[in-house]
């Protein structure tokens, strides 16, 4: 299974499990997380929910291939399942608790925004290379990171599309705490636990509370940013770099205004 999910004492596991393609995501992937989500929401025996990766590798993104092989022009609709997965994520009343050790590209670094804890090893880079793709952020990464880090940081980390550090994300306002690569695991499963033997509803009116104020504007930012990133994968720069990635050559976008 490339998504691993288990139950165990009130916290779900979500584990990704495709070490030999980097943690990369498919389709099938996101439908696996959705699902679990949605039900671990439903389940009172479910108090807590934890995402974790490989200790090496969170995950790599998008697998590319079934990316493309399965998006066309203007195909980027909300019963897909990144859209899907990340609305579960988004919408999950119970608190999610993140385990990043290796690298998080892309949607593995976006997805961070819509969990509670956040926690990282410091082995742990962090990319948004959606520029470099020529495309734009995703799921209200374009107004969460800023709003998180500040105008200045987020233009520098979304712009450039650059890999930062665990230390970065966690000046940032990414990540609540950087550890050591070999404790990260044990000490998020730590946090999942004290939340589990928590008021349950106490949980979730403070999780709801503190999401009220952005709920409207972080959906609005959504819809924003898929009606411009479908526009530009059509478009001729995301062409050439996703030529240029499976051609392993540097894109060329001298060429386009």
Known sequence: MEILTTKSDGILTLEF????????????????????????DADPAVRAVLIV??????????????????TGAGSMTADRPVFQFMQALEGCAKPVVAAVAGVAVGIGTTMLMHCDLVYAGDNAKFSM?????????????????????????????????E?????????????????PAAELLAFAQGQAAKLVKLPAVSIRTTKAL??????????????AENERFSAMLAGAE?????????????PDFSKFD
Do not use: W
Not at 17 to 40: D, F, S, V
Not at 212 to 221: C, E, H, I, K, N
Not at 238 to 250: G, I
């Open 163 to 179: 890999a930062f550090s665990a230390q970065e994300a966690f000046e940032m306002g990414i990540v609540a705490r950087v550890l």
């Open 238 to 250: 995301a062409k050439e770099a996703f030529t240029a990635f499976f051609e392993k050559r540097k």
């Open 129 to 161: 290379p959606f520029s470099q793709l020529g495309l734009c952020p995703e799921f209200a990464s374009s107004l969460l990171v800023a709003q998180s880090a500040g105008h200045t940081r987020a233009a520098e980390k979304l712009m450039l599309g």
């Open 53 to 70: 990766g490989k200790p090496e590798i969170f995950t790599a993104g998008n697998d590319l291939d079934d990316f493309l092989n399965n």
């Open 210 to 223: 503190m999401k009220r104020s952005r709920a409207a504007l972080v959906q609005d930012t959504i819809a």
């Open 17 to 40: 499990n495709r070490p030999e393609r980097k943690n990369a995501i498919t389709g099938a992937m996101y439908t696996a997380m959705a699902e679990a989500l949605r039900e671990a």
